[in-house]
């Protein structure tokens, strides 16, 4: 009975233990945990992530036009089942196609299926396809495709590049921009939020008017100038780059201020005094216990910023100001979405609106759960 | 008699105020007014004050946390002197290392991201005193043992103690880079009874260890009383009276000091407390009356106490009174 | 023998936290007659603050109330459970016989709007006053406390009072519904000294005549021993000495309470050494099995006070101690 309740306490002294000399970090991760939302924000945003930097693996064809398929454009998605009325087989399987243009359906293109077992196309694994280079190596293998022909899980476009491998390489392309747009957003906010907070009086009042004139830019009318000032011998990596580093440049005031806002008050702090009093210089002070105080929030602003950079990205492109084909993001995938006759026949155009809407609900769950667990230190109680 | 640790002569410290006014002079705070104290070393100094006295500010102001404007201080511990307006760099920096401070709010004071080892080692480091790290440890070490502070505890961080507890680390904070003076600003206001005994009896004890010299700042003057050799008391910024412990309660002089001695409230269910009930109201540092600042709530205001500001005069060995009338109220 | 005006029985308060169920008030029992000023003193984690929200039903959701407890309200001779209240006849107890004031007033009051108009809703909310009427009654209370120029501060806001001033329309404020019971949540502990006591002085007036009760909660023994009839001292979420003041503060028996006496600087008392409380005062989530004081106890009974919960032994009449070492001695007697 005393071993037990011995037990019983000894992993009570070691939780308790663990809780007092827990640093900031852990305490976050503790509290994060708790929140379901977030779990599974997270757990949704690495898939997403990972699917984009993997992209090229993970889907069979190269998603540009060198790897299109002509004769099926416009095509229907081919979903491998595994049994049909010829039975059932272990490994997946998609029908053969036919394709023809037909008078009667004013020249459109009319698919025959053949449901017949001998035209049955195995999905195969880990087989030979397009190369791709990854981190400075070819390669050729991707992780699935089809003994005979092609297959398009999420079918094809007008030019009959595969909107599966698009979609995943979409993905990459918006985080990529996101990422690079946040990134020069929040060295900027840094610097400036940080030389702002920090000193305050004049330098604050003047750097606090910049800040605010940036922000009033109004963002349609700028990126229609600047696309309309981009020359077209730029190619679409150029545009890529200049977009990405113009939204950073255009993000950072709402950072900047929140940066300034922690730095007003941190440096308040009775703390900071303390270290004052022991003769530390500002160097110091900023080092050790300014930044580190708020780190946290920070990381939960870049968390949230994030998705934002990516709609906005998304909503240029789609009106054409962006990013152009042949880089590809999710803006530029919807901009085919465009026209009556996609709505009404090729439905399978809006399939990475779906990937667009979670990956920035992911942004946003994992980064309110950030927020949330992001003051250990603070008692909040539900 | 050795020289005193700490000298004042009409230090006063003013903050602006934001201009309402277009023209004229600036208006100004006076928190501090023409204060004139001497501390003897290895003295525990008491400095009492309600809110407005300015209490903090001088204690600040001692620090060079707050600004000088009019007025001198000198620190003398024998080994240097030090003239406090006029401190900068290298001198500055030396003499923080031999004046600190413990702060009131024992939640606020402590870095929350640093374990307690590194917030107490922090001056060591800042400060240059140290050589290696093993060094650093080991003060560490004996200043957490002086303040009873468990050294399991040093990997801890802040949010695992209780404010008795934070407080004693804040007194490690303050007493590793081994200073001569203190100041002990409202060090135990924010504790419960029972811990607060507890963290005055270690500042008692560690000023008789390491010979320091203590500035105590309150508002409780029960606990002044217990633990200073010498209280001074301030209203609104100025001086009125200064004493030895024992002679200041046993006979005030001020009118305020009597105020402020019957204001506290006796254990003494029958003993309803005699003398004066003041009326009215604290005056607003930003408007203060004209003449002696404490003349609208002294029963005994006369005409000259409302046209004239009262100097201090020295009435006995050590014992101070900055009051017109103190003499015919001495009875 | 009158009934007594609020009757607290085996008042039991648990919190649902995210680290289970936290014991906050245990068995707390203690009754106020009416025109009786009672004290809860006590330290931080006491649960006094909690236990004087449960008599008004302010404490937040997560709070669980044990079946046993009871709070009985008696007035204008109906018996009222207060635990039992359906939201919408709360009235009662919130601002009508029951009144409260707080430690912070800067906080308690709303700071856009004018004092006045504080005073009016009030009112308005709990008597059938029209607007003119409430505005009078407000501007009386204010004379009646002691605030100068009544009539222009009626239309100031929170910010232009000085402390001493806020806490004073505080209680002008509670007064105005003329409750049976009004309970003063540290009222003075932010307050100078000096205007400590002219706002004790302002409530024992105000007691003798308007003949209420008070519930006085505070950690400050001085306050106490001027202020009140009856004092309660409390520990962790328990009621560990009770009875009236004079025997309390002159005979103070629970270690607890002896330690609290000794650990405070008397000013006539100059040549006696500080006598701490060893130990901290244990987290809720850590609350020692036995007597809850066991773990600071000069006097402890090792074991026995760890393990035994002690039950109210009385030490003269009207005075109860929550002391093994003490029902033994009474025992042996």
């Not at chain 2, 009118?255 to 269910?269: C, E, F, H, M, N």
């Not at chain 3, 008042?11 to 936290?22: A, Q, S, Y």
Request: with cysteine.
């Amino acid at each position: 009975m005393t071993d037990t309740a011995n037990i019983d306490v000894n992993v009570d002294q070691k939780l308790k233990e663990a809780y007092f000399t827990a640093s900031q970090g852990q305490l976050i991760w503790t509290r994060f945990k708790k929140q379901t939302a977030a779990m599974v924000g997270l757990g949704v945003l690495a898939l997403l992530i990972l699917s984009g930097i993997f992209a090229p693996f993970l889907t069979p064809y190269d998603p540009t036009i060198a790897g299109r398929n002509k004769d099926y454009m416009n095509g229907a998605p081919n979903i491998p089942s595994f049994c049909d009325d010829n039975g059932c087989s272990l490994r997946p399987f998609i029908y053969s196609y036919d394709r023809t243009r037909s008078i009667q359906t004013n020249f459109r293109w009319v698919t025959e299926t053949d449901t017949s077992l001998e035209a049955r196309r195995y999905v195969v694994f880990f087989t030979q396809g397009d190369k791709f280079t990854f981190a400075g190596i070819n390669f050729s293998t991707h992780l699935f495709g089809v003994d005979k022909g092609k297959i398009h899980i999420f079918g094809t476009d007008s030019t009959g590049k595969d909107i599966y491998s698009r979609t995943l390489q979409a993905i990459n392309t918006s985080l990529a921009v996101g990422t690079i747009g946040v990134f020069i957003a929040f060295v900027l906010a840094l610097m400036i939020g940080g030389v702002s907070g920090y000193y305050g009086g004049w330098i604050d009042s003047v750097l606090q008017m910049i800040t605010d004139a940036v922000r009033t830019i109004p963002t349609i009318p700028l990126f229609m100038a600047l696309a309309a000032f981009i020359p077209e011998t730029w190619s679409a990596e150029t545009r890529f780059l200049f977009i990405s580093i113009i939204l950073g440049f255009v993000g950072w005031p709402t950072l900047a201020r929140r940066v300034r806002t922690h730095l007003l008050t941190e440096r308040n702090q009775e703390y900071v005094l303390a270290a004052q009093l022991c003769g530390a210089r500002a160097g110091h002070i900023i080092r050790r216990h300014l930044l580190p105080s708020f780190t946290s929030y920070i990381i939960v602003d870049l968390v949230i910023s994030f998705p934002y950079m990516v709609l906005s990205e998304t909503a240029l492109s789609f009106i054409g100001l962006g990013l152009k084909d042949p880089v590809n993001s999710l803006g530029v995938m919807l901009q085919q979405v465009t026209s009556a006759d996609v709505l009404l026949n090729y439905q399978w155009y809006f399939i990475p609106v779906f990937f667009f809407i979670t990956l920035v609900l992911a942004f946003v769950f994992v980064g309110d759960g950030l927020r949330d667990a992001a003051d250990p230190y603070a008692d909040t109680k539900k | 008699m050795s020289e005193p640790l700490i000298t004042t002569d009409d230090l006063s410290v003013h903050f602006p105020v934001r201009g309402k006014t277009l023209f004229g002079p600036a208006p100004v705070v006076r928190a501090v007014e023409g204060v004139s104290v001497h501390i003897e070393r290895g003295s525990f100094f008491g400095l009492v004050g309600e809110s407005g006295s300015g209490k903090t500010t001088f204690g600040r102001a001692l620090l060079r946390a707050a600004p000088i404007t009019r007025g001198s201080a000198t620190y003398s511990d024998g080994d240097v002197t030090y003239d406090l307006p006029s401190l900068k760099d290298d001198d500055l920096r030396e003499y923080r290392k031999r004046a600190q401070l413990i702060f009131q709010d024992p939640y606020a004071a402590l870095s929350p991201r640093m374990t307690v080892r590194d917030i107490i080692a922090e001056p060591l480091e800042v400060m240059g005193l140290t050589k290696s790290r093993d060094e650093t440890d080991t003060r560490v070490r004996e200043i957490a043992k002086k303040c009873r502070i468990n050294l399991e505890h040093l990997r801890r961080f802040p949010h695992a103690f209780s404010g008795g507890q934070r407080q004693r680390i804040s007194i490690a904070r303050a007493l590793v880079s081994e200073p001569r003076f203190i100041v002990a600003d409202e060090s135990v206001a924010a504790l419960d009874v029972s811990i607060q005994a507890d963290v005055l009896n270690l500042l008692k004890s560690i000023q008789q260890d390491m010979g320091l010299t203590f500035l105590f700042i309150s508002h409780d003057l029960s606990v002044v009383a217990h633990i200073c050799d010498h209280v001074a008391v301030m209203y609104l910024g100025r001086l009125v009276e200064t004493a030895p412990t024992r002679e200041l309660f046993a006979a005030p002089r001020h009118p305020y000091t009597k105020a402020l001695l019957s204001a506290i409230p006796s254990l003494d269910p029958d003993d309803q407390g005699n003398v004066q009930k003041l009326e009215g109201e604290i005056p607003s540092p930003t408007n203060p009356p004209p003449g002696c600042k404490f003349q609208t709530r002294c029963p005994h205001a006369i005409d000259i106490c409302r046209q004239e500001e009262p100097k201090l005069s020295h009435m006995g060995f050590e014992h101070d009174v900055a009051c017109h009338r103190w003499e015919e109220l001495a009875e | 023998m009158t009934k007594p005006l609020i009757s607290v029985k085996d008042l039991t308060i648990r919190f649902k936290t995210d680290e289970g169920l936290v014991t906050a008030v245990e068995k707390v029992s203690f009754d106020i007659a009416p025109g009786e000023v009672l004290g809860l003193v006590g330290e931080s984690g006491s649960g006094k603050s909690v236990t004087a929200k449960a008599l008004m039903l302010l404490n937040p959701d997560n709070a669980v109330y044990d079946s046993t407890s009871s709070i009985t309200l008696n007035i204008d001779d109906k018996e009222i459970d207060v635990l039992s209240l359906a939201p919408k006849d709360r009235l009662i107890i919130r601002g009508g016989a029951v009144s409260m004031i707080f430690q912070e007033p800067m906080a308690s009051f709303a700071p856009a709007i004018t004092i006045g108009s504080h005073m009016v809703e009030q009112l308005l909310i709990h008597s059938d006053m029209n607007q003119v009427e409430a505005k009078e009654l407000s501007i009386e209370m204010l004379a009646r406390v002691g605030i100068p120029d009544p009539a222009m501060r009626f239309d100031q806001y929170a910010f232009e009072f000085s402390g001493g001033m806020r806490q004073r329309a505080m209680i002008a404020m509670a007064l105005s519904t003329k409750p049976k019971l009004l309970i003063a949540d540290e009222p003075t502990t932010a307050l100078d000294v000096t205007i400590q006591a002219q706002v004790i002085d302002l409530m024992k007036d105000l007691v003798s005549e308007y003949h209420m009760a008070i519930l006085f909660i505070t950690h400050d023994l001085g306050v106490i021993a001027q202020t009140v009839d009856k004092v309660a001292v409390m520990y962790l979420g328990t009621l560990v000495e009770k009875g009236a003041v004079r025997q309390v503060l002159r005979k103070p028996t629970h270690p607890y309470t002896q330690g609290l006496m000794n650990a405070l600087p008397k000013l006539d008392e100059l040549d006696q050494p500080l006598t701490a409380i060893k130990g901290d005062i244990p987290s809720p989530l850590d609350r020692p099995t036995g007597c809850v004081f066991n773990t600071r106890c000069p006097v402890t009974l090792g074991e026995e006070c760890e393990t035994r919960v002690p039950v109210y032994t009385s030490t003269e009449e009207g005075h109860q101690v929550a002391c093994l070492l003490v029902e033994k001695e009474g025992a042996s007697a």
